[in-house]
């Protein structure tokens, strides 16, 4: 499995901003697909995640401001960043998890840059 992540880039506060991450590879046993963000000397956080039958569950600091969806047919999560704040600035990361018989394997993109500025 491979993550393909793309869409983040620099905004000003209350802007919004789409990223995308593709994956491609054996993605039959990816159930659950999710974001992650890593800010400057801070662990990496779940954002947001959701799993192939579309229930999904959020970070409380994000609810109601972002919406991750899914194209299971083109192995695709998307994040929707709406009202977006300078503490959102961080490294997003898109994560695949996949089932195999001796347990779960997590799969990273490359991670894609989001500045807010206030």
């Known amino acids: 499995v491979q993550l393909q992540a793309s869409g983040g880039g620099s905004v000003q506060a209350g802007g919004s901003l789409r990223l995308s991450c593709v994956g491609t590879?054996?993605?039959?046993?990816?159930?659950?697909m999710g974001w992650y963000r890593q800010a400057p000397g801070k662990q990496r956080d779940l954002v947001a995640g959701i799993n192939r039958g579309g229930t999904t569950n959020y970070a409380d600091s994000v609810k109601g401001r972002f919406t991750i969806s899914r194209d299971n047919a083109k192995n695709t999560v998307y994040l929707q960043m709406n009202n977006l704040k300078p503490d959102d600035t961080a490294v997003y990361y898109c994560?695949?998890?996949?089932?195999?018989?001796?347990?779960?394997?997590?799969?990273w993109g490359q991670g894609t840059l989001v500045t807010v500025s206030s």
């Open positions: 590879g054996s993605f039959v046993s990816v159930n659950d």
């Open positions: 994560n695949a998890k996949r089932s195999v018989s001796y347990g779960i394997l997590n799969y």
